[in-house]
């Protein structure tokens, strides 16, 4: 008499995996995005979350709750703005983006900028599979990139690696953004300009470990005082925890004014105490 029961235990248990992610994800239908996570991985084509999968889904849904006040804000501001996600990679941000936010607003644009030209074609396969009508995607560098209208409302860049998050910060202020999400990732242009480099404060890179962390720590630091020179009150803080990527450092940017003249003066400062010049200072120019 108690086997079935026995049996029914795993099926239960199994179908309680499988809608694990519907109770995690912030939507009023979650099954619509069942195939979206599917196409980027982040559901096993059962539908079902695995470690690896789960750790990702974590991430993303941490991103997007810190990103929301801002998106939110951006479409209350326009009747149709444009997010620009730059290295957008496989688009998996700018997809979660407009699956949770901006396709239920109604409005507003993603536009995912990318050099890879098999990515584009692939993220404007799944945009048009999934109905995303108001997705699109440009295949350039961000350096040279360039918005339709020169306008962007907010730019993102996740894990854009080394400089190419200091072009995502030429891209904002080029076009005139008014809120910025960065994940910065490989900041090594600093921890070159340190090496051999013997300033008042050289013991602070002075081993190669200690230079490594040190000018990424400093290039972050430096970006975050460019865009509060250029006007933009910056946030700083992870965006996922140490378990997941050491590389969790996420700066919230938005632009309240056109410049601040305290922050250019710490910023000269810093760059006298430290004695490199990176090339994101051609901005303040």
């Not at 109905?131 to 020169?150: T, V």
Request: aromatic share 4%; charged share 25%; with cysteine.
């Amino acid at each position: 008499m108690s086997q079935p029961a026995q049996s029914a235990k795993p099926a239960a248990k199994a179908a309680a995996t499988e809608n694990d992610w519907k109770r995690l994800w912030p939507s009023a239908r979650p099954e619509t995005s069942e195939p979206l996570l599917k196409a980027l991985h982040i559901l096993t084509r059962d539908g079902a979350l695995n470690a690896d999968s789960r750790r990702k889904l974590t991430q993303v849904l941490h991103l997007t709750q810190l990103l929301r006040p801002a998106i939110e804000a951006m479409l209350a501001s326009s009747d149709d703005p444009i997010l620009a996600d730059l290295g957008a990679g496989k688009s998996y941000l700018g997809f979660i983006l407009y699956d949770l936010i901006i396709g239920p607003a109604g409005k507003g644009r993603v536009i995912g900028v990318e050099s890879r030209d098999k990515l584009i074609e692939t993220s404007r396969q799944l945009a048009a599979q999934a109905g995303y009508a108001r997705m699109d995607f440009i295949a350039a560098n961000i350096a040279e990139a360039a918005l339709p209208g020169g306008k962007a409302d907010m730019v993102t860049a996740l894990h854009a690696c080394d400089t190419a998050t200091d072009d995502a910060i030429r891209f904002a202020l080029r076009h005139d953004a008014k809120w910025v999400a960065l994940v910065p990732c490989c900041q090594a242009e600093v921890a070159r300009l340190l090496d051999g480099h013997h300033g008042p404060m050289r013991q602070l890179w002075r081993h190669p470990i200690q230079r490594r962390e040190f000018g990424a720590h400093l290039t972050n630091v430096i970006r975050g005082l460019v865009l509060e020179a250029h006007g933009y009150k910056v946030r700083v803080t992870e965006f996922t925890g140490l378990e997941h990527t050491m590389k969790n450092e996420l700066i919230l940017a938005e632009r309240h004014q056109r410049s601040n003249a305290q922050a250019r003066g710490e910023l000269n400062r810093l760059i006298d105490q430290i004695g490199v010049k990176p090339a994101l200072l051609d901005v303040m120019a």
